[in-house]
């Protein structure tokens, strides 16, 4: 598992420091992602869903805001609480974030045929499967 594990972040190149190109990090490439797809969201439901220290999802909220990424609201509901969610600018990284990614996985796979495709996300979702349902068993 391990070894699979060095082989696919290699290919998808997550442990490079900066990820797609854009010169973000992989959490504050996550973050963004998260963001873009919730539309909005509190800090510290980022912190449980990404499993980030919750100084560190502080240090890149403030980062992504001072960029013009992020753009941090009042929640109605809660005026101790904000909402982020993200600026145009912030829109316009997670579109090209999503093509990017997109195009990786379509160059990843462009030698296989539609069988060999198919067998593969058929794996990927055995594998998710079998490790969300392991997962639930240890959270009960």
Request: without cysteine; aromatic residues 6%; charged residues 30%.
């Amino acid at each position: 598992m391990r070894r699979f594990n060095r082989f696919y972040t290699n290919i998808l190149g997550v442990l490079d420091k900066h990820i797609l190109g854009t010169g973000y990090s992989f959490a504050e490439v996550r973050v963004i992602i998260e963001i873009g797809i919730r539309g909005e969201s509190i800090a510290n439901n980022l912190v449980d869903t990404l499993t980030i220290d919750r100084s560190y999802m502080s240090r890149i909220v403030n980062k992504l805001s001072k960029e013009g990424l992020l753009v941090k609201v009042n929640f109605a509901a809660d005026s101790r609480v904000s909402l982020i969610r993200l600026t145009a600018k912030g829109e316009e990284l997670y579109a090209q974030l999503n093509d990017r990614s997109d195009q990786q996985i379509l160059k990843l796979m462009q030698e296989l045929n539609e069988e060999e495709i198919q067998e593969v996300y058929t794996s990927m979702m055995n594998i998710q499967e079998k490790l969300n349902k392991k997962a639930g068993e240890t959270t009960r």
